[in-house]
């Protein structure tokens, strides 16, 4: 497996790049000193054309093949920013600013795709146009959406996109795949009860928006259980409620409450979309008060093409001897998806081990799981485009 061996000669060099960016993580589209080191490293490798300040602060590296005999350009995509979470890992290399942390991985994901850029700048050896994608805010900031409304796809005529993410509970560097959705679309949603606040005394001289509330709370899980297909998936999560008082005995005039919703159909999407409207709007009206429902549509489904992962399932059993292809969706949101949303790819895991979730102030990317998460990205080119 020579593309393999390669990557684990790279190993020193790739976790050096890997753990500082974890000892310097960045938020959204803030991530200035990550995009300039890759963007400087991008250079240094001899990338025939790297750009900055796609999508704000991303940043792109074209390396072109030996041949191009059919005009073929693959895009390799990687996430850059960090989460608003104080670290506490006790590593030596451990976020150097206090309430930003790389607790998702992207630390890694960034490290191993520069990896994969380095190696293909050296060797070159495959018929068409390799394109590595670095994005801002994947957390929250919609960075894969800015990308593509950048011109990403047009400016460099990407054809296919893949992407990875580290995984968590899966064993170092094992491969995990599905066609179809992978991740799901995660919309939110604002609700404001309005009824007439008072003494909580005189409930009777009151219309009690708490109640409303959690009459509304409740009944929002029917839209789950009784409206959607039980064989489809959704997740409605109330997650904030607040009132613009704190006394123990005043009926508050106004409730808000806010939470999440995630799908991975188009048709559940609408019915979730649906569904918190009438029920909120209907409930809080049995109870003699009203409610204004905003409901954002967030990051779409990440769509698997069955093609496409099945090139993807074949590169990553060529490196790891086998891949899972009976996993499960699972119901967090990607951005990527933007992506994916405009050409045929493929989103993979690779397993990140025995280790603390994501998202988790313990979490630490692996660096074990270099080798085969830079061989799958550079894999992709090679196995797409052959060289001729
Ligand atoms: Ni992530």
């Known amino acids: 497996m020579p593309v393999k061996n390669r990557f ?10 890997r753990r500082d960016f974890h000892e310097h993580p960045e938020l959204l589209y803030d991530v200035y000193r990550t995009a300039g080191r890759v963007a400087q490293l991008l250079r240094e490798f001899g990338c025939d054309e790297v750009v900055e300040g796609v999508g ?10 030996r041949t191009d005999s059919q005009g073929r350009v693959v895009g390799l995509r990687a996430d850059m920013d960090a989460l608003p979470i104080i670290e506490q890992t006790g590593l030596d290399y451990a976020s150097k600013t206090p309430g930003k942390m790389h607790a998702c991985g992207h630390d890694g994901h960034t490290a ?4 994969a850029a380095k190696y293909l700048a050296e060797t070159r050896n495959f018929d068409g146009t390799a394109v590595v994608i670095f994005q801002p805010a994947e957390e929250g900031g919609g960075g894969g959406d800015a990308m593509v409304k ?15 993410h580290n995984m968590p509970g899966m064993p170092v560097g094992s491969f995990s795949i599905k066609p179809g959705p992978m991740m799901a679309a995660a919309d939110q949603f604002d609700i404001i009860v309005t009824g007439k606040g008072g003494h909580a005394a005189k409930p009777h ?3 009690d928006t708490t109640l409303t509330a959690a009459q509304i709370i409740v009944a929002l899980q029917s839209v789950v259980s009784r409206n959607v297909d039980p064989l489809k998936n959704a997740v409605i999560s109330v997650c904030v409620v ?3 008082s704190t006394a123990h005995n005043v009926i508050p005039q106004v409730v808000r409450l806010k939470g999440t919703a995630r799908s991975l159909d188009p048709g559940v999407r609408d019915q979730l979309e649906e569904g918190i409207a009438r029920i909120a709007t209907n409930v ?5 008060a009203s409610a204004q429902v905003d409901y954002q549509r967030g990051y779409p489904v990440t769509m698997n093409d069955e093609q496409a992962t099945e090139w993807a399932a074949e590169v990553a059993r060529d490196i790891a001897g086998d891949v899972n292809l009976s996993m499960q969706p699972m119901m967090g949101g990607e951005d990527f998806s933007y992506m994916l949303n405009e050409r045929q790819g493929a989103y993979i895991f690779v397993g990140n081990g025995d280790t603390a979730m994501v998202h988790h102030p313990a979490y630490n990317f692996n660096d074990d799981a270099i080798p085969a998460g830079s061989s799958w990205y550079a894999g992709m080119v090679e196995a797409r485009m052959p060289a001729a």
């Open 8 to 17: 684990a000669e790279l190993l020193p060099e790739i976790t050096a790049w």
């Open 56 to 65: 704000r602060t991303g940043v792109v590296g074209v390396i072109k093949g």
């Open 112 to 115: 191993m795709l520069l990896g």
């Open 150 to 164: 950048d011109g990403l796809v047009s400016r460099w005529n990407i054809q296919e996109f893949y992407g990875m």
């Open 205 to 207: 001289e009151c219309i």
């Open 242 to 244: 607040s009132t613009d």
């Open 284 to 288: 809080a009206a049995a109870m003699g």
